[in-house]
């Protein structure tokens, strides 16, 4: 049975954290201006600067621990999730987040649609945050089994929906895939999955295929990294805050859609404030978390995730909000519909990867008029 869960991280791992932030060797650490070759190391210093001298954790810890949190074991797997209950007049709707997320992601969306009748379910994937650390790399086709015994535990046998972006769509689409029956409806943000031989045909889905291929060379080495050494790189992340915070900051500075600045580089702080950012790096920090999360990646190679059988397309009604992902940019609808059952498709004017972050309204009302018929 799950069991309430109460956000505590000691004082002595603060203190830890704190000390390693203090004793970094910036000297150590080229400076250059831009993003050019990596991380802008000037918005990282402005990080850790308010990390160390304005950040207050044990305000934002009472401020995550008014939501109500649980723990269960599923499966043998301990999974973290929180649990906020509407008044049933709708089905239960779980949203699932992605790497370098966390369930804070949706903290903005739960009591909206808790006021609207969701129960709404918000897990921390294996591995991440407060959920158990998995035994070995598990990856979305894993999870998709947990995270829907995990509703079967709650509810029984019966309906729900999902959303989810990043890890958080593959997850999704293999739980609907998986359990048709079960998923009355799947809203994305991002498409991973595709069919087998879901393969570009039309011009403007050729050039789709083209202009994604082209980024993944550009910005996929870290996806590459975690899939094939997270081991390595989780020793060497493991013992530094500032380490798994550049790590981090990269991903929201390149993936957000932010306002650039006159030399090209991310403005961060037009789209984030340093207390979201660090919040959600601390999740990574200090449960010690970093290690696990990257094992997704791993699972994802290990469980050949991200091709649905043949002849196993989505069936379930999806709905997509397509936002201007600079580094996932969406694909034609066309394309999507190999793999998918779209019957819902909204071409978004702003916000990127971290869509329920940058755009929480728009992703709200864009799931809430999907979501509208599933009572």
Same mark, same amino acid.
């Given at each position: 049975?799950?069991?309430?869960?109460?956000?505590?991280?000691?004082?002595?791992?603060?203190?830890?954290?704190?000390?390693?932030?203090?004793?970094?060797?910036?000297?150590?650490?080229?400076?250059?201006?831009?993003?050019?070759?990596?991380?802008?190391?000037?918005?990282?210093?402005?990080?850790?600067?308010?990390?160390?001298?304005?950040?207050?954790?044990?305000?934002?810890?009472?401020?995550?621990?008014?939501?109500?949190?649980?723990?269960?074991?599923?499966? *043998?797997?301990?999974?973290?999730?929180?649990?906020?209950?509407?008044?049933?007049?709708?089905?239960?709707?779980?949203?699932?987040?992605?790497?370098?997320?966390?369930?804070?992601?949706?903290?903005? !969306?739960?009591?909206?649609?808790?006021?609207?009748?969701?129960?709404?379910?918000?897990?921390?994937?294996?591995?991440?945050?407060?959920?158990?650390?998995?035994?070995?790399?598990?990856?979305?086709?894993?999870?998709?089994?947990?995270?829907?015994?995990?509703?079967?535990?709650?509810?029984?046998?019966?309906?729900?929906?999902?959303?989810?972006?990043?890890?958080?769509?593959?997850?999704?689409?293999?739980?609907?895939?998986?359990?048709?029956?079960?998923?009355?409806?799947?809203?994305?943000?991002?498409?991973?999955?595709?069919?087998?031989?879901?393969?570009?045909?039309?011009?403007?889905?050729?050039?789709?295929?083209?202009?994604?291929?082209?980024?993944?060379?550009?910005?996929?080495?870290?996806?590459? !990294?975690?899939?094939?050494?997270?081991?390595?790189? *989780?020793?060497?992340?493991?013992?530094?805050?500032?380490?798994?915070?550049?790590?981090?900051?990269?991903?929201?500075?390149?993936?957000?859609?932010?306002?650039?600045?006159?030399?090209?580089?991310?403005?961060?702080?037009?789209?984030?404030?340093?207390?979201?950012?660090?919040?959600?790096?601390?999740?990574?920090?200090?449960?010690?978390?970093?290690?696990?999360?990257?094992?997704?990646?791993? *699972?994802?190679?290990?469980?050949?995730?991200?091709?649905?059988?043949?002849?196993?397309?989505?069936?379930?009604?999806?709905?997509?909000?397509?936002?201007?992902?600079?580094?996932?940019?969406?694909?034609?609808?066309?394309?999507?519909?190999?793999?998918?059952?779209?019957?819902?498709?909204?071409?978004?004017?702003?916000? *990127?990867?971290?869509?329920?972050?940058?755009?929480?309204?728009?992703?709200?009302?864009?799931?809430?008029?999907?979501?509208?018929?599933?009572?």
């Amino acid at each position: 049975m799950p069991e309430p869960f109460n956000i505590v991280v000691s004082d002595e791992r603060l203190a830890s954290i704190r000390a390693r932030l203090e004793a970094f060797d910036w000297s150590a650490v080229p400076y250059a201006d831009g993003w050019e070759i990596g991380v802008g190391v000037a918005d990282l210093r402005r990080l850790i600067d308010y990390w160390l001298h304005r950040y207050d954790w044990r305000a934002h810890e009472a401020r995550l621990n008014r939501l109500p949190h649980f723990m269960a074991d599923v499966q *043998g797997q301990r999974l973290h999730f929180i649990h906020a209950r509407g008044d049933g007049s709708r089905l239960p709707l779980m949203l699932i987040h992605g790497w370098p997320g966390s369930f804070i992601e949706f903290e903005r !969306l739960i009591e909206p649609l808790v006021a609207s009748g969701h129960d709404v379910i918000v897990p921390s994937l294996p591995g991440y945050a407060f959920s158990g650390r998995p035994d070995a790399p598990i990856g979305p086709r894993r999870t998709a089994e947990l995270f829907h015994q995990l509703l079967l535990d709650l509810y029984g046998p019966g309906r729900y929906l999902v959303q989810g972006g990043d890890w958080g769509a593959a997850v999704g689409g293999w739980m609907a895939q998986a359990s048709p029956e079960a998923v009355a409806a799947l809203h994305l943000n991002l498409i991973l999955v595709e069919a087998e031989g879901a393969a570009p045909t039309t011009s403007d889905e050729l050039a789709w295929a083209k202009w994604r291929a082209s980024l993944a060379r550009r910005e996929g080495a870290y996806s590459h !990294l975690h899939g094939t050494r997270p081991q390595t790189l *989780g020793v060497a992340m493991s013992d530094s805050p500032v380490g798994i915070a550049a790590w981090i900051l990269e991903k929201f500075g390149v993936w957000a859609d932010v306002p650039r600045r006159a030399d090209g580089s991310p403005d961060l702080w037009q789209a984030f404030d340093e207390d979201l950012l660090i919040t959600n790096i601390m999740l990574y920090v200090a449960p010690q978390s970093f290690v696990t999360s990257t094992w997704m990646y791993r *699972g994802w190679v290990l469980e050949n995730a991200g091709k649905f059988p043949p002849g196993a397309a989505v069936r379930v009604p999806t709905g997509i909000g397509a936002f201007p992902d600079p580094a996932f940019p969406p694909p034609p609808r066309s394309q999507a519909a190999k793999s998918y059952n779209v019957v819902h498709w909204s071409d978004m004017a702003a916000g *990127g990867h971290f869509a329920a972050l940058e755009k929480p309204d728009a992703l709200l009302a864009d799931m809430q008029e999907f979501f509208a018929p599933y009572r």
